[in-house]
Every structure is written in C-alpha cells, then in structure tokens.
Antibody
Framework: QVQVVESGGGVVQPGRSLRVSCEVSGFTFSSYAMHWVRQAPGKGLEWVASISYDGSNEYYADSVKGRLIISRDKSKNTLYLQMNSLRGEDTAVYYC???????????????WGQGTLVTVSS | DIQMTQSPSSLSASVGDRVTITCRASQAISNYLAWYQQKPGKVPKLLIYAASTLQSGVPSRFSGSGSGTDFTLTIISLLPEDVATYYCQKYGSAPPLTFGGGTKVEIK
C-alpha cells in the first residue's frame, strides 16, 4: 500500500537551515508530481512547493520563494525540502503529499504523510 | 493570484442535518477544485476532486458541485464522525495550488 513518511523536523534558530525528507513506497515515485503543504499551529493549510514527476519543473509559494527548495531523488524514492534563511513564520507541520498527476501545476493530493514539525525559534 | 474564499468559517448542525459549505474562486477555474476533510489532530484526507468526483472509499453522503467560480460541498446527513475542518483547493493554473481558509463543522 502507499506509504508517505516525512522526517527531519525539529527546532532551528531563525536564519539557519534545515532539510526535511519524505520517503515514499507502494507506488512508482517517478510517475507522480509531489508537493509540500504546511500548517502553522491552529491555522489552515498552505501550499508551499511542487515538483513534476521527473523533477524538471518546480513551483513555489511567494512566501517561500528564494528560501525553500524542493527536490527529488528517484533512486531513493525520496522528496526533499531544503529550508534556508528560516523565519518564525515558517513554524508549521510540513506535509508531503502525492499529486494525482505528473505535472507540477498540480491536481488533487490523494496521499499525505503524517507530517513533520518544524519550529523556528531562538 | 486566484483567491479561494470559503463560507461559513464555522457551523454547528445536528446529527442528520444537511450541511452545505461554499467555496468561491476569485476567477473562473473550470472544475479544477478539490475538497479535503481534516479531523482534529489528523492528516487531511481527499474527499472530492474535479469538483464532483468522489474519491474512492469516501461515503456517498458527501457530494460536490459547481463550476467556474462557485462550488459547494454537501453532507446530506451529518454524522458525528463528520466533525472536522473542510478545505477547498483549486488546481491547474499558476500558482499551482491554493487552499480556502477552511470551514469547521461541529455537532450541535
């Protein structure tokens, strides 16, 4: 069955970097676009970034553009989010989610991980 | 950028009631709309995509309709296990995904 497992969250100081990962199984990773979606404590869902099935296209929310980088490694069935110049407002649970299609433009998200909490605080 | 506005932001209804949640897009998005359910402390779950297509395994008491700018999610007979926050999400155009602000559904 499809499994999506995030890791790498934790407490990080403002201005520092962190990389979170998402290992998937149960489907052909290289056939689907993937996304990161975050949820600040007590708040709604915010799309962060997407990447096409082959990694050739990426899109970012304006709030993270230039600071966060999405990437994927098909040999490891793993999606990454490199988070640089972190700010307090980046504090959130970060969810990895599979797109129903292959394009980074996105469709609906049919499988989600349990999320990993990133806390930006001094 | 296209904005997604949900209403109401919260509602309280009785078991067995018909519940309707509305989502409005600031520009026409055809039927490129999905609905998600997030129960307290849980991961979001896809309910409906393409505005009205029920995801596999989702109970038939959930339905979606609409096209263009106005969409609705309907629960035809509310059950206690439907207590959750519901989100609409547009897709298919840049920026790729935008979520609505959410509608919290509680039991009266």
């Amino acid at each position: 069955q499809v499994q999506v497992v995030e890791s790498g969250g934790g407490v990080v100081q403002p201005g520092r970097s962190l990389r979170v990962s998402c290992e998937v199984s149960g489907f052909t990773f290289s056939s689907y676009a993937m996304h990161w979606v975050r949820q600040a404590p007590g708040k709604g869902l915010e799309w962060v970034a997407s990447i096409s099935y082959d990694g050739s296209n990426e899109y970012y929310a304006d709030s993270v553009k230039g600071r966060l980088i999405i990437s994927r490694d098909k040999s490891k069935n793993t999606l990454y989010l490199q988070m640089n110049s972190l700010r307090g407002e980046d504090t959130a649970v970060y969810y990895c989610a599979r797109d129903m299609g292959y394009s980074a433009y996105g469709r609906a998200l049919d499988y989600w991980g349990q999320g990993t909490l990133v806390t930006v605080s001094s | 950028d296209i904005q997604m506005t949900q209403s109401p932001s919260s509602l309280s209804a009785s078991v067995g009631d018909r519940v309707t949640i509305t989502c409005r897009a600031s520009q026409a998005i055809s039927n490129y709309l999905a609905w998600y359910q997030q129960k307290p402390g849980k991961v979001p779950k896809l309910l409906i995509y393409a505005a009205s297509t029920l995801q596999s395994g989702v109970p038939s008491r959930f339905s979606g309709s609409g096209s263009g700018t106005d969409f609705t999610l309907t629960i035809i007979s509310l059950l206690p296990e439907d207590v959750a926050t519901y989100y609409c999400q547009k897709y298919g155009s840049a920026p790729p995904l935008t979520f609505g602000g959410g509608t919290k559904v509680e039991i009266k």
